[in-house]
């Protein structure tokens, strides 16, 4: 079992759309970010959380370190907004990051 | 500069050939990293430099082989791959010591192996 969970693994959405994608982790973490992978491989790192909620333009993350479980949101969302997105944890080793498989999001014009 | 340069952008190499892959950053971060990524993968950990000094190898086959030569400028040596290390080539850094601080990473090396 994956110690990392990402749901969906796949979502189409239309353009305007509130979309929401899931994380869930199994282990003690010390951090938990986002990360967004392009077609053309590079990946940028859209948040990185301990606690409560991180809000960036049309995007916002939340953790719950309870729960062990983290949202994606992304608002009114737009065909650029396509991407891979990524949910990763680091546990405080020097191995950095533990992955989740990602989520391929597709938005349509 | 909050970037992280990887070049060259794309590789094609026969398995008899040896090349090099770059990546530079000017943020003084001093953790460096390499990842492998096959299609459709997460990413997965091949080295990481801390401090300039080779801290984790994750019993990559010896035919990768990293170097740092200073703290801006880590290279990755190829030499007699196979076609299954083709892949996207990944190159990281953070700040400080491995495991904290947010991730910086290039744009990739898509290596391809004839």
């Known amino acids: 079992k994956n110690e990392v969970e990402q749901s969906p693994q796949n979502l189409t959405a239309q353009e305007g759309e509130f979309i929401t994608i899931n994380c869930s982790y199994s282990?003690?973490?010390?951090?938990l970010h986002w990360l967004q992978q392009h077609p053309g491989g590079g990946i940028v790192s859209l948040f990185m959380?301990?606690?409560g909620k991180k809000k960036h333009g049309r995007l916002i993350a939340t953790i719950n370190i309870q729960e062990k479980h983290s949202s994606l949101h992304i608002t009114a969302s737009h065909p650029r907004d396509s991407a891979v997105y990524i949910c990763?944890?680091?546990?405080?080793?020097?191995?950095?990051?533990?992955f989740g498989s990602g989520t391929q999001l597709t938005v349509l014009p | 500069d909050t970037e992280v340069t990887q070049t060259p952008k794309h590789l094609v190499m026969g398995m008899t050939n040896k090349k090099s892959l770059k990546c530079e950053q000017h943020m003084g971060h001093r953790a460096m990293y390499w990842y492998k990524q096959k299609a459709k993968k997460p990413p997965e950990l091949m080295f990481v430099?801390?401090?300039?000094?080779?801290?984790i190898n994750e019993s990559v086959p010896s035919r990768f082989s990293p170097e740092c030569p200073n703290s801006s400028l880590l290279n990755l040596h190829l030499h007699a791959l196979q076609p299954e290390d083709s892949a996207l080539y990944l190159c990281a850094s953070s700040q400080w010591a491995p495991g904290t601080g947010e991730l910086f990473f290039g744009e990739g090396s898509r290596l391809t192996v004839l």
């Open positions: 990763a944890v680091s546990a405080g080793s020097a191995r950095q990051l533990t």
């Open positions: 430099y801390s401090y300039e000094k080779l801290s």
């Open positions: 959380l301990s606690s």
């Open positions: 282990v003690g973490i010390s951090a």
